[in-house]
């Protein structure tokens, strides 16, 4: 980087420039972008928050517990969700506590790198990577007397940041240890997540496997007749891609929103390949980059960047000027498109460098949120799509199910009335990634699906049950389905009187066929 473009937090670092780690100099680069103030950091305030959510109890009981042994040492702990926003703060120091409300590092304030400037816990978000900020590093000079470690913290079962633990102590105090203890208290937090999930199994990574590149196939929503919201999404981006504009798909987990642009821009233009490129884990983001971005250059390769909420900034900043740069090559003469001008279009002057009709290789986004998308790539987007959930498409429920399961099969397969009724009244939450499981899992098993051949949590509306009570829910619900199997025999198998068994039946909520 060159001195001129040097932040202006390092004119005055204690450090010479060319011991301050790049990752720290990006960090107050942003910051001075955000408009955050180099003298006193002026956090927002929110003032409500979620603390029922399972992420906030589980971090509550891991920091109360360190809070128990760490009581007479001069060390803050706080829980922050995914925005930055502090949950809770615990410390034996009262000296310390009125210094930390004093910089508003308390609960209800917003110490994201956009609200408080470079910060530990801000970071460490931006980065989704245990961080350790000391003294004179962070960017706003009234937080130079604290040392801030934090460390994120991922949902085990969906992969999602959930938000991070956060340790700050006085700048004077040894801090060698800081960083490891909350990364200590990260991991806690995240298998006590997991202890109490209800049975979900964490999200499995192949071994080795650091990200994927993958050409996305014609999946069933492609193939098949839809519903007005999936193809009125799918219209609405083909218009869009068409137009040359940059399209974020945003929605729920599963709901197919790399399905949706790859559709879109299979109507745009048949490429010869179209590729899905998944987000990598933080420490990966060179080679990520490199495997992938060269492609670009590739008129004939459509990208699908997916998960673009899970990117560290760091690598949405890198990703940014590589998007742009190929574009302006391929706009430029004998480039690419050999000169094709750029058309106009309703996006700033940054989505304008990126837009026009070229024959250069295409690429959209997915995400769950737009405001959810890193700065640097939101600010490329021209065009967002909303991606409805599948409990907002019934209507395309038995179609998929046909189609899931005869992939699954490698032949046709008959679902019974009940079983339909089943996969019909289910809400989803895990969209049509979860459907594809339950039709695979059952598809392999039979030639006609019926409800006994369904997950029990398909026939049953009681939600979050403790293990116990989900076993048994399981066990009634594999005992009742059986074919003719009348219930006074399933009484008797289940050890439990008749009137028993309607009585549980009411109260987990099980619709038998």
């Given at each position: 980087?060159?001195?001129?473009?040097?932040?202006?937090?390092?004119?005055?670092?204690?450090?010479?420039?060319?011991?301050?780690?790049?990752?720290?100099?990006?960090?107050?680069?942003?910051?001075?972008?955000?408009?955050?103030?180099?003298?006193?950091?002026?956090?927002?305030?929110?003032?409500?928050?979620?603390?029922?959510?399972?992420?906030?109890?589980?971090?509550?009981?891991?920091?109360?517990?360190?809070?128990?042994?760490?009581?007479?040492?001069?060390?803050?702990?706080?829980?922050?969700?995914?925005?930055?926003?502090?949950?809770?703060?615990l410390s034996g120091d009262h000296q310390l506590l009125q210094a930390l409300d004093?910089?508003?590092?308390?609960?209800?304030?917003?110490?994201?790198?956009?609200?408080?400037?470079?910060?530990?816990?801000?970071?460490?978000?931006?980065?989704?990577?245990?961080?350790?900020?000391?003294?004179?590093?962070?960017?706003?000079?009234?937080?130079?007397?604290?040392?801030?470690?934090?460390?994120?913290?991922?949902?085990?079962?969906?992969?999602?940041?959930?938000?991070?633990?956060?340790?700050?102590?006085?700048?004077?105090?040894?801090?060698?240890?800081?960083?490891?203890?909350?990364?200590?208290?990260?991991?806690?937090?995240?298998?006590?997540?997991?202890?109490?999930?209800?049975?979900?199994?964490?999200?499995?990574?192949?071994?080795?496997?650091?990200?994927?590149?993958?050409?996305?196939?014609?999946?069933?929503?492609?193939?098949?007749?839809?519903?007005?919201?999936?193809?009125?999404?799918?219209?609405?981006?083909?218009?869009?891609?068409?137009?040359?504009?940059?399209?974020?798909?945003?929605?729920?987990?599963?709901?197919?929103?790399?399905?949706?642009?790859?559709?879109?821009?299979?109507?745009?233009?048949?490429?010869?390949?179209?590729?899905?490129?998944?987000?990598?884990?933080?420490?990966?983001?060179?080679?990520?980059?490199?495997?992938?971005?060269?492609?670009?250059?590739?008129?004939?390769?459509?990208?699908?960047?997916?998960?673009?909420?899970?990117?560290?900034?760091?690598?949405?900043?890198?990703?940014?000027?590589?998007?742009?740069?190929?574009?302006?090559?391929?706009?430029?003469?004998?480039?690419?498109?050999?000169?094709?001008?750029?058309?106009?279009?309703?996006?700033?002057?940054?989505?304008?460098?990126?837009?026009?009709?070229?024959?250069?290789?295409?690429?959209?986004?997915?995400?769950?949120?737009?405001?959810?998308?890193?700065?640097?790539?939101?600010?490329?987007?021209?065009?967002?799509?909303?991606?409805?959930?599948?409990?907002?498409?019934?209507?395309d429920i038995l179609p998929l199910a046909d189609r899931l399961a005869l992939r699954?099969?490698?032949?046709?397969?008959?679902?019974?009335?009940?079983?339909?009724?089943?996969?019909?009244?289910?809400?989803?939450?895990?969209?049509?990634?979860e459907l594809a499981s339950v039709m695979k899992e059952a598809a392999v098993r039979?030639?006609?699906?019926?409800?006994?051949?369904?997950?029990?949590?398909?026939?049953?509306?009681?939600?979050?049950?403790?293990?116990?009570?989900?076993?048994?829910?399981?066990?009634?619900?594999?005992?009742?389905?059986?074919?003719?199997?009348?219930?006074?025999?399933?009484?008797?198998?289940?050890?439990?009187?008749?009137?028993?068994?309607?009585?549980?039946?009411?109260?987990?909520?099980?619709?038998?066929?």
């Amino acid at each position: 980087m060159d001195d001129h473009a040097l932040p202006s937090r390092a004119q005055v670092h204690t450090a010479p420039m060319a011991a301050i780690p790049a990752r720290l100099l990006a960090s107050w680069q942003r910051s001075e972008d955000y408009g955050v103030p180099l003298d006193e950091v002026q956090p927002v305030f929110t003032g409500t928050y979620d603390d029922e959510s399972l992420f906030s109890e589980c971090g509550r009981e891991v920091l109360a517990e360190l809070h128990s042994t760490l009581a007479s040492e001069p060390v803050g702990l706080m829980l922050t969700d995914a925005d930055g926003l502090v949950l809770n703060r615990l410390s034996g120091d009262h000296q310390l506590l009125q210094a930390l409300d004093q910089v508003h590092l308390a609960p209800g304030f917003s110490y994201s790198e956009r609200a408080a400037g470079t910060n530990g816990l801000g970071l460490a978000l931006a980065d989704r990577v245990p961080t350790l900020v000391r003294a004179d590093d962070h960017y706003a000079r009234s937080l130079c007397g604290y040392t801030c470690a934090a460390a994120p913290i991922f949902d085990p079962v969906t992969g999602r940041l959930e938000g991070a633990v956060n340790f700050t102590t006085w700048s004077d105090a040894r801090s060698e240890l800081l960083l490891a203890l909350a990364q200590t208290a990260a991991n806690s937090t995240a298998n006590l997540m997991l202890a109490r999930s209800h049975g979900h199994r964490p999200r499995r990574t192949a071994r080795g496997q650091v990200f994927r590149i993958e050409p996305l196939r014609h999946a069933p929503e492609t193939e098949l007749e839809l519903s007005g919201a999936w193809t009125d999404a799918v219209a609405r981006a083909v218009e869009a891609l068409r137009d040359g504009r940059i399209v974020a798909a945003v929605g729920e987990r599963g709901s197919g929103r790399a399905t949706l642009l790859a559709q879109a821009e299979r109507q745009v233009g048949p490429r010869d390949r179209l590729l899905a490129v998944h987000a990598p884990e933080p420490h990966d983001v060179e080679s990520w980059l490199s495997f992938w971005t060269p492609e670009l250059a590739h008129p004939q390769t459509g990208f699908v960047i997916c998960d673009t909420d899970q990117l560290p900034v760091a690598a949405a900043e890198r990703l940014r000027e590589l998007l742009i740069s190929s574009r302006r090559r391929a706009d430029s003469p004998g480039g690419a498109s050999g000169g094709a001008p750029a058309q106009a279009g309703s996006a700033g002057a940054s989505g304008a460098a990126t837009r026009g009709a070229t024959t250069s290789g295409s690429y959209a986004m997915s995400a769950e949120r737009f405001d959810s998308i890193p700065a640097p790539l939101a600010s490329l987007v021209d065009t967002v799509i909303q991606v409805p959930p599948l409990r907002e498409r019934v209507a395309d429920i038995l179609p998929l199910a046909d189609r899931l399961a005869l992939r699954a099969r490698g032949r046709r397969v008959d679902i019974t009335p009940a079983a339909a009724r089943a996969l019909i009244d289910y809400a989803w939450p895990g969209n049509v990634a979860e459907l594809a499981s339950v039709m695979k899992e059952a598809a392999v098993r039979t030639d006609a699906i019926e409800a006994r051949h369904l997950p029990p949590e398909l026939l049953s509306r009681a939600e979050h049950l403790p293990r116990i009570k989900a076993f048994e829910r399981d066990e009634m619900v594999r005992v009742l389905t059986r074919p003719g199997i009348a219930v006074e025999d399933a009484a008797a198998e289940l050890g439990m009187s008749r009137a028993t068994v309607y009585r549980k039946l009411a109260l987990y909520g099980i619709r038998l066929p």
